[in-house]
């Protein structure tokens, strides 16, 4: 869109917020850049330049506005709702991946060589994965820096510098404040005093409605690992550096975000795999607008705007969990994966609630009895099946998944069918188009509606609604009254 000047420009004299994260506005005569939202007064449209990431506007000179803090815009939905390489490389810049295994990992998860997904990316955002992995490291640090009373050594580190003199010459360039500035402009005490706990805003685009969203995560929540209280839904988090417990609470404008880690190091993974499950980073105003385009949808869309698709912080996870529940109640579904968490998750402590665990490791599932099961024989197979693949590495699930050829390798296991291939696909890999024809909840809500009931019939009317099937998937099932649909209480 960053091509795009006339459309950029009427973006930023209106101040809409809803391109927040599609590109950010670098002015020539002030060498600061803002996102398109930013509350002061617009610049003339000759002193405007138009940039698709914060990196590459870092990269030309541009220093980040202090007023609209373009760090803390959303994410670009670009990013969720691609599949190519360039969209693949960002959910895994996103995770960590170039910090924890450098350019040459990032290079061989997507399968290329490092030089073309280097080209690649510069040709599209115009900065390289070493230039993107630094401005998420910057912030990181504000974050750190403005939430915390850490040391700024610690810091440094947590936010993934390899030197102290790196992180204050960044902070320095991108903030044109230095560290201890950054946190003397900050109102005291924003953040928790418990060592390794933080309070936090995710940001979004509006509308966001919470209802199905929190309603689905805690009406499946697995006693132990999830768990709805105060407010809040609470889970724990299997990260690189060690383990992690998250609160996350819907507001108006924002989502409250309590992180408690074992290790700070895991901080920008822990909020990206945050804003992944809840799905934050979409545009719901496109999504919606397409779909109301249906006749039949419009109502639904009208009614309640902004639904969201819940997520996953685990790809693993939820693949074991998806074969749990084939052809059970969610309370069936539940109770299995209970027992498993008892018998071969990770115990943690969890002093403000009752979680007790992490949900088991592939590893550690592949090891079991399968006699040890309550479930019958052939659900058995699928399930050993599916975790000695990933514990053996045979069946790689992440957020760099290829969504075509992933679908496809369910497929081929034992036991798989399209809804169990598609529910993970959804959910798990994140693919927006993803169907679910065969659902009951779907077919239900298509007589209801009048829509056509078989999967064939239903699924040629969908057409229409692509790219973003998954999302009329939530508008479908919201017309049902089962706990999933409704915020609870």
């Known amino acids: 869109m960053h091509t795009d000047t006339e459309r950029c420009v009427r973006a930023v004299q209106s101040k809409d917020a809803r391109f927040d994260g599609w590109f950010f ?12 939202s930013c509350p002061v007064v617009p610049p003339k449209p000759e002193n405007m330049v138009f940039h698709p990431s914060a990196a590459a506007c870092q990269q030309a000179g541009f220093r980040a506005c202090k007023r609209c803090r373009p760090d803390t815009s959303p994410g670009s939905p670009e990013w969720n ?4 390489l360039v969209a693949r490389a960002m959910r895994l810049i996103a995770d960590g991946v170039v910090d924890r295994e450098g350019v040459p990992g990032l290079a061989a998860r997507l399968g290329y060589s490092a030089r073309q997904v280097e080209r690649q990316l510069l040709a599209e955002l115009g900065a390289g994965p070493l230039a993107l992995a630094r401005a998420q490291r910057a912030q990181t640090a504000r974050l ?20 102290i003199r790196t992180f204050n010459d960044t902070v320095r360039e991108v903030f044109a404040l230095s560290p201890s500035e950054l946190r003397a402009r900050t109102p005291k005490r924003q953040g928790a005093s418990t060592p390794g ?8 685009r509006t509308p966001l409605n919470p209802d199905n ?15 709805w209280r105060d407010g809040s839904y609470r889970r724990t988090l299997r ?18 975000c309590r992180l408690t880690l074992s290790d700070l190091r895991d901080l920008t993974v822990a909020i990206s795999r945050c804003r992944r499950l809840l799905d934050l980073d979409a545009d719901p105003v496109a999504i919606d607008d397409q779909l109301r ?14 639904r969201r698709v819940p997520r996953t912080v685990d790809e693993a996870e939820f693949a074991v969990r998806a074969v749990l529940g084939q052809q059970v109640s969610t309370a069936a579904a539940r109770t299995h994966a209970a027992r ?22 592939p590893e550690a599932l592949a090891a079991l009895d399968p006699e040890t099961l309550a479930m019958p024989r052939t659900r058995r197979t699928t399930f050993t099946t599916l975790v000695r693949a990933l514990a053996d590495g045979d069946l790689h699930l992440g957020v760099e998944s290829d969504w075509p050829r992933t679908r496809a390798q369910f497929l081929a296991l034992p036991g798989f069918g399209p809804w169990t291939a598609d529910v993970i696909a959804m959910r798990a890999l994140g693919d927006p188009d993803a169907f679910l024809p065969t659902d009951l909840g779907i077919r239900r809500a298509a007589r209801e509606l009048g829509l056509p009931s078989t999967p064939a019939a239903l699924t040629a009317r969908a057409a229409a609604w692509r790219p973003w099937r998954a999302y009329a998937v939530q508008y479908l099932w919201a017309t049902d009254s089962h706990p999933i649909n409704f915020l609870p209480v």
């Not at 506005?25 to 398109?36: M, S």
């Not at 706990?197 to 979004?204: D, E």
């Not at 385009?293 to 902004?306: E, I, M, N, R, S």
Request: charged letters at 15%; glycine letters at 8%.
């Open 25 to 36: 506005t670098a002015v020539l005569t002030t060498r600061i850049y803002c996102r398109p």
């Open 81 to 84: 709702q691609r599949a190519d």
């Open 144 to 163: 750190l820096i403005e939430t915390t009373a850490l040391p700024m050594a610690q810091i440094a580190f947590a936010a993934g510098f390899a030197s």
């Open 197 to 204: 706990a933080l309070s936090l805003r995710l940001p979004f």
């Open 213 to 227: 969203l929190f309603g689905h995560l805690a009406a499946t929540a697995v006693p132990g690992v999830e768990e």
């Open 239 to 256: 990260l690189p550096y060690g383990h992690g417990i998250v609160a996350l609470a819907p507001r108006p404008d924002h989502i409250a």
């Open 293 to 306: 385009t249906d006749p039949v949808l419009a109502p639904l869309v009208d009614k309640a705007p902004g």
């Open 340 to 361: 498993l968490v008892t018998a071969y998750g990770e115990p943690v402590d969890d002093p403000e609630g009752g979680l007790t665990h992490l949900f088991p490791s």
